[in-house]
């Protein structure tokens, strides 16, 4: 409620300039994650409802995308401190696993669908542009609301918090906070996710915890 009674008092948008610059940012991101390599992290903690784990997941990927086909190699699967790699390699090889993702709100095909206004600074992050989102129109599962901070001279994003604008289906509730602290081939790349989220149906409920940890980014010549 106080996001949004922000949102409506401040109404000064960031500049036509800036959101451009954004949204060249986001397509340089979007270019090497589909086209180049990386290596993934994966923490992911199940939480009993006093937030206590009961049970840790910790999986290594090598990313990579031959003749524009994506490929997940796992290099190793953790679960709770045991080595369950091979087991892990060939359940995930039966599995046919899609994922559908919102695109930023930065993102040129999505800023049509957002308002924007700048919101007051913040201390530890001298320098950069704070900058809140919302949808102009319905809220929906695949639109977000939240903040980021951006650097305005370079047009690059350096954090952002946000959550689905309506919560999709089974889920009572989910959180992200994406840091860009990466330094790729193309310019600053994402570094760290972090998604929270709770929800199920009847009497089965989940609470997790997911990191997402991003390095050594590469694109073919």
Same mark, same amino acid.
């Given at each position: ?55 840790k ?33 060939a ?47 319905d ?12 650097? &305005?001279?370079?047009?690059? =994003?350096? @954090? *952002?918090s946000? +959550?689905? #604008?309506?919560?999709?289906? $089974? /889920? ?6 994406l840091?860009?602290?990466g330094?790729? &081939?193309?310019?600053?790349? =994402?570094? @760290? *996710?972090?998604l +929270?989220? #709770?929800?199920?149906?009847? $009497? /089965? ?17």
């Open positions: 409620m106080l996001f949004a009674t922000v949102m409506t008092l401040l109404t000064q948008a960031p500049s036509a300039e800036l959101l451009a610059k954004l949204a060249a940012h986001d397509e340089r991101m979007r270019a090497v994650t589909e086209r180049g390599s990386f290596h993934l992290t994966a923490q992911v903690d199940e939480l009993d409802d006093r937030g206590a784990v009961t049970k997941l910790r999986t290594e990927y090598e990313i990579s995308h031959p003749g524009g086909v994506r490929t997940e190699t796992v290099v190793s699967h953790l679960e709770n401190g045991v080595d369950r790699t091979s087991q892990f390699t359940e995930r090889a039966k599995r046919k696993e899609s994922a559908t993702k919102a695109p930023s709100p930065f993102a040129a095909s999505a800023q049509k669908d957002y308002q924007f206004v700048e919101l007051p600074a913040h201390k530890d992050f001298p320098g950069w542009l704070h900058v809140g989102f919302s949808p102009k129109g809220k929906r599962p695949d639109l977000l609301i939240g903040d980021a901070y951006v650097d &305005p001279e370079a047009g690059e =994003l350096r @954090r *952002m946000c +959550r689905p #604008s309506k919560m999709p289906l $089974f /889920v009572d509730a989910m959180s992200i906070d840091q860009y602290d330094a790729g &081939p193309t310019g600053r790349t =994402l570094s @760290r *996710m972090e +929270r989220g #709770s929800g199920g149906f009847a $009497f /089965v409920r989940r609470r997790l915890s997911t990191v997402l940890l991003f390095a050594g980014w590469r694109v073919p010549n």
